[in-house]
């Protein structure tokens, strides 16, 4: 694929279906989200609102950290602070379909809703991209940025149209389309971090006190394997618990599972084999997180696995 062509090819589909109207995108931080945020400023300018919703399921620091790297590219973002709305959306569920369309419905119906409302757009911009399609229409997980291709009509049951520049490219294709527009590298090489962020990667019910134990395992997992190269790294917590000794005492603590895979695209996963040493690290810091006894390392590729956990 030609992608300076692909860039000046989706700028002018923009500008022509977008026309003198004002469109509405979200903005996380990842690559995807990121790449049509550039693309979507240089093809409407001022026409373009982007918001970025701190749910409460993010990584820590993330969302004031996003803003703060587009205000240095020229781009505003307006911080929507949704987190009670989030919590309280997931509390008490702990099947991983009802907890994504809790985040899906929550976003759409009620964050998003009145921010597209109050900026008066009528057009959505979307990062999904072809793998995102292809897992939600095969069944194998629901996609939080997927609607028309579930039989959801925006335009009917939202109030505004949906566009998805990058839905013919694969997550390689992505990257090399973010290196040409110029964003940081810590954006373009960013590992992949779902829509539903945190909440897929607490198995069972997703709480401030849960939320609180898996972001700092994913701190530590992030900054022990950043230098691998690996595709993507992650903190899981089960639903289980096991026995375990602290302070000279039983404990019936928590489990965090650590994955670390290699894949091209994500439709394929191979396990990274790491270092014995680096293992013991991670699990020595891991297992110092309160409340925290276990940790375990995910040695399943994909498939048949999928890369997260819900």
């Given at each position: ?70 205000k240095g590219m020229g781009i505003p973002v ?233």
């Open positions: 694929m030609n992608y300076k062509r692909f860039i000046s090819e989706q700028i002018e589909a923009l500008k022509r279906d977008v026309g003198d109207a004002i469109a509405i995108n979200a903005l996380s931080g990842g690559v995807d989200s990121s790449v049509v945020t550039v693309l979507a400023h240089k093809a409407l300018g001022t026409r373009l609102k982007t918001i970025l919703v701190d749910n409460a399921i993010m990584r820590e620091g993330e969302p004031d950290r996003v803003v703060k790297v587009f307006e911080l929507i602070d949704a987190r009670k709305q989030f919590l309280r959306a997931l509390q008490g569920l702990t099947d991983p379909e009802e907890k994504r369309r809790a985040i899906t419905e929550t976003f759409y119906r009620d964050v998003f809703a009145k921010a597209v409302k109050r900026s008066k757009a009528t057009f959505l911009l979307h990062g999904t991209i072809l793998t995102d399609i292809e897992e939600t229409v095969a069944g194998i997980k629901r996609q939080h940025n997927i609607l028309a291709q579930i039989g959801i009509d925006p335009q009917k049951t939202y109030g505004y149209k949906v566009l998805e520049p990058l839905a013919t490219l694969r997550k390689d294709g992505v990257r090399r389309v973010a290196s040409l527009l110029g964003l940081p590298e810590n954006i373009t090489s960013r590992i992949p971090f779902p829509g539903p962020a945190l909440a897929t990667r607490i198995v069972g019910e997703v709480t401030q006190t849960r939320l609180d134990t898996v972001r700092k395992a994913t701190a530590i997992v992030e900054e022990e394997l950043k230098e691998t190269g690996a595709f993507q790294y992650l903190a899981v917590l089960l639903n289980d618990c096991a026995t375990g000794i602290r302070h000279g005492r039983r404990e019936f603590g928590q489990i965090i599972v650590v994955r670390c895979i290699d894949s091209v695209d994500a439709r394929k996963a191979t396990v990274r084999e790491l270092p014995w040493k680096t293992l013991n690290r991670i699990t020595r810091r891991i297992t110092a997180i309160p409340g925290v006894n276990r940790c375990l390392y995910d040695l399943t590729p994909k498939p048949p696995a999928t890369v997260e956990y819900i």
